[in-house]
């Protein structure tokens, strides 16, 4: 296996990664009007979760620099999910939101980071194939 296929082959697990995980935050945001008690309010559920809706697209694509914004907003999700993860009647949900979140990081990050090394290595071969 050379290198270029195994960076390859990294950033495609990151990236499968980063997508459950981003489908897994908004679903799990859009549930909290059913799931929590007192229910979020709708602006909380839905407002801030807008955010995420905005790096579906471009995840989808496999935009290296839309996920790295991604990784830094995620780290507000992990903020909220902490904080929910400390107010009593929200202890699940809470913790939940924070593995997501941390999920979207770690992910959005090492799919970056391979995918600039594919790229490195791509244009490191084509530079010694034509000299």
Known sequence: MTEIELYRQRKQLFHTWLRISLIGLIALRVSGLWLLTPPATVMGAIGITLILVAFV????????????????????????GVLNAMTEGR???????????????????LFARYGYRELEATTEELEQSTT
């Open 57 to 80: 697209w471009p995840v989808l694509k496999r935009d290296i620099k839309a996920s790295l914004w991604l990784s830094f907003i995620s780290c507000l999700f992990f903020t909220i």
């Open 91 to 109: 202890e699940l949900f809470g913790i939940v939101e924070s593995i997501l979140a941390a999920g979207i990081f770690f992910s959005a990050m």
